[in-house]
């Protein structure tokens, strides 16, 4: 089974407008991480945005935020005012244990962003 | 300043000549990672360092070895790399909690 799921292989959004990217997650240990990151054209991985299995608040990181619903097993991810500098692919990632040093990512979801 | 360097950040190799990539890190982590990532895909483990200890992905070739002689550097070695091995290939560091990796600009390896 996938351990990491994100469904949307392409999206557009409008300048300025938000836009959520959706990725899900299976595991059965209580203790993980969810991880955002984005990978523009260069090739490198840019760290966005951390979300541990016991945290109550949903993270934010500027104009960066998840969307935590642990029941469902969701982990999404919403961009507020897009930027042009936003399209770029972004994956959602899973490091599973308190310790676990594997990292599992998604397809990814290419973003662009309409001027 | 760069915290994770990856040298070359292109490589052209020749089918079956051995091909070795480097990654330095300036953060002190003591796991270091290396993943495949081929066009439009997503990046694929190939090994990780916990210190000293190796730990290879079930699925990794035995055409790909890795070496990690001190905390700060870490190589990858392709052994008799093919044309199915062109690919970006990115080096990773996280401390042992885990809460991010942190990732080099990648080298791209083109083989010929």
């Known amino acids: 089974a996938q351990k990491i799921t994100q469904t949307q292989p392409g999206m557009f959004v409008q300048e300025k407008e938000a836009v959520t990217l959706d990725c899900t997650y299976d595991?059965?240990?209580?203790?993980?991480?969810l991880f955002w990151y984005k990978q523009p054209s260069s090739g490198e991985m840019i760290f966005l945005i951390y979300?541990?299995?016991?945290?109550?608040q949903n993270a934010t990181e500027g104009r960066y935020s998840l969307n935590f619903q642990k029941a469902r097993k969701s982990a999404n991810l919403v961009i507020s005012a897009s930027q042009l500098g936003d399209s770029a692919m972004y994956f959602c990632?899973?490091?599973?244990?308190?310790?676990?040093?594997?990292?599992?990512f998604g397809t990814g979801t290419s973003l662009t962003v309409i001027p | 300043d760069a915290m994770v360097i990856q040298n070359p950040r292109y490589q052209v190799t020749q089918f079956g000549k051995p091909v070795t990539l480097s990654c330095s890190q300036t953060l002190n982590h003591n796991v270091m990672y290396w993943y495949q990532q081929k066009s439009s895909q997503a990046p694929k483990l190939l090994f990780h360092y916990y210190d000293k200890d190796f730990n290879n992905e079930a699925d990794t070739p035995d055409n790909f070895q890795s070496r990690r002689p001190n905390t700060s550097f870490c190589f990858l070695d392709i052994r008799s790399p093919g044309l199915g091995d062109a690919a970006m290939y990115l080096c990773?560091?996280?401390?042992?909690?885990?809460?991010?990796?942190?990732f080099g600009p990648g080298t791209r390896l083109l083989v010929l």
């Open positions: 595991t059965s240990d209580p203790s993980y991480g």
């Open positions: 990632a899973m490091r599973e244990g308190r310790d676990g040093n594997q990292f599992y």
């Open positions: 990773a560091t996280s401390t042992s909690q885990g809460e991010t990796q942190y």
């Open positions: 979300q541990g299995s016991y945290d109550q």
